[in-house]
């Protein structure tokens, strides 16, 4: 079938009805695609993360194995593989060994939902470029992520030394607030596509709707990131904190806990798999941006003015490049910014973009009923929306008045505490002096502070 006909035959790419036909080899091939693909993503991401940071900081980077430093992530890998495996003896053997496996297994099932095209003839079958499709494939790789932390938190808790469990006990609550509010995000996705499949939610961003305002029908965008902007900018937020990534990188935190949860993973094929966890979860968070905010495999203007642009191949490479440019996005975070404190990044996650995105939520949910009908509740549910939206503002302004009273609070106690400390007569603590004499034998001889 020529491309032509596929693009009249299904305009907006496949549905759910379309998955469940492949035969098992076609299947097959699918999955080990994308094996390749993200085994591939990590050796060339870590190779470009640590080449784009140097160049950033004045530095060559890698550039001993092979031409322009390529092969040095090969060479990392073997030497992982190769290198001794030292497994301390207090640890928990039979978890210890299972935390690896634990991370790296949902991260790789994450995927399977990622739609990279649409339906194409492969060996003379027609199938979706994806491997496979559910009713609640964005739901699934929420649960893939959550069942991810698992591995963290018993990677840490297995260890039995007490920076690991720290870090473990950081990656479970980080995930717990980060988490809700990633989910949060997609809710206004869900509302406008009216389905929680990749695949259709790509779909609807082949066409923008109209909302009608006021009496005038007034045209949207096709793609969800221009509609859902704060959607996007508080998800763009929250993959950093589910990802474990600078300035939220708290369970993994050299400068407080040493390595955090993979303190006692020696540089083995158990620290690998941790890493390749890691970067492959990163693969599917920008995965999953592209799907949901950036029209997924769809072809960005103006080349979507060619006809032949979204049927056929070349959807791979458009999402390809959108893929490299939301990754480069993750690399230019971590040379920017520093590490937040752990109380900061709790109480961004609870005090701010919880509630940004329920009172955000409401507000989408006015703009779809102002789309499906237009009568006076819409009108009630904007004024209602308006309502919520000041409320929350007034709130958060009545919140930090009363942060900085407890700050200024706590700054009054430590300065009578000092004054009490310094003037031992008014009832504070009797202080010794700092230059108290040093006896040697019998002989009574002064020594000046400071000195041994």
Known sequence: MSPTLLAAAAPDGPSLADFGKDPLWISIIKALFI??????????????????ISRMQHRYGPNRAGKFGLLQSVADGLKFGLKEDLTPNTVDRVLYTLAPIILVVPAFLAFSIVPFGPSVWLFGHQTPLQLTDLPVAVLFVLAMASIGVYGIVLAGWSSRSPYAILGGLRSSAQVVSYEI???????????FSGTLSTSEIVASQAHGGTVGLFGLDIPLPSWHVVLLLPSFLIYTITMLGETNRV???????????????????????????????????VFTVSALSITLFLGGWRAPWPISLWDGANVGWWPMLWFFIKMVLVFMFFIW??????????????????????????????????????????????????????????????????DTVLQRRREDREAQVEAEFAQLRDAPDAGGFPV??????????????????GSN
Not at 181 to 191: D, R
């Open 432 to 449: 010794p002096p700092l230059d108290l004499p040093h006896y040697h034998g019998a002989e009574r001889k002064e020594v000046p502070s």
């Open 247 to 281: 300035p939220f990188d708290l369970p993994e935190g050299e400068g407080e806990l040493v390595g955090g949860f993979m303190t006692e993973y020696s540089s083995s094929l158990k620290f690998a798999l941790i890493m390749l966890a890691e970067y492959v979860n």
């Open 35 to 52: 094996f390749v693909f993200l085994m591939l993503g990590v050796l060339f991401g870590v190779w470009t993360e640590r080449k784009v």
């Open 333 to 398: 975070v971590r040379a920017s910014l520093p590490r937040i404190r752990y109380d900061q990044l709790m109480a961004f996650g609870w005090k701010v973009l919880i509630p940004l995105n329920l009172g955000w939520i409401l507000l989408v949910a006015t703009m779809r009923v102002l789309q499906v009908e237009s009568n006076r509740v819409a009108l009630v549910y904007t004024l209602a929306a308006i309502v919520l939206v000041g409320c929350i503002a007034v709130w958060f302004r009545f």
């Open 181 to 191: 509010a990633m989910g949060l995000s997609f809710v206004g996705v869900f509302l």
